[in-house]
Nanobody, 124 residues
Framework: QVQLVESGGGLVQAGGSLRLSCAAS????????LGWFRQAPGKEREFVAA????????YYADSVKGRFTISRDNAKNTVYLQMNSLKPEDTALYYC?????????????????WGQGTQVTVSS
């Protein structure tokens, strides 16, 4: 079992920044990768970024490349999502997810553990 708790969401003006954190506990050493997804009202959950737990290889959605940075602190069992140059279309509930088996990175069904989410609202 892996437990994930997100924090750091909030309300920010367009152009601003936020840093999300995802604290992992449990069998986190068994994780292959951790990812961030987001879901806006009426829309499907979509991939934002992912990082492999051991090698630190990163993956990004095209919509956030150059603005968002995913990183991890293995000593703290925490993954971060630094979000800069935020846009109103980034408004969503952001979820942290972990997968403990070999799979891809880009689809929700590829992850087997999820946090409860943290709300990010970007005002124009």
């Amino acid at each position: 079992q892996v437990q994930l708790v997100e924090s750091g969401g909030g309300l920010v003006q367009a152009g601003g920044s936020l840093r999300l954190s995802c604290a992992a506990s449990g069998r986190i050493l068994s994780a292959y990768a951790l990812g961030w997804f987001r879901q806006a009202p009426g829309k499907e959950r979509e991939f934002v970024a992912a990082i492999t737990w051991s090698g630190g290889i990163t993956y990004y959605a095209d919509s956030v490349k150059g603005r968002f940075t995913i990183s991890r602190d293995n000593a703290k069992n925490t993954v971060y999502l630094q979000m800069n140059s935020l846009k109103p279309e980034d408004t969503a509930l952001y979820y942290c997810a972990a997968r403990t088996y070999w799979s891809g990175n880009y689809y929700p069904h590829e992850y087997n553990y999820w946090g409860q989410g943290t709300q990010v609202t970007v005002s124009s």
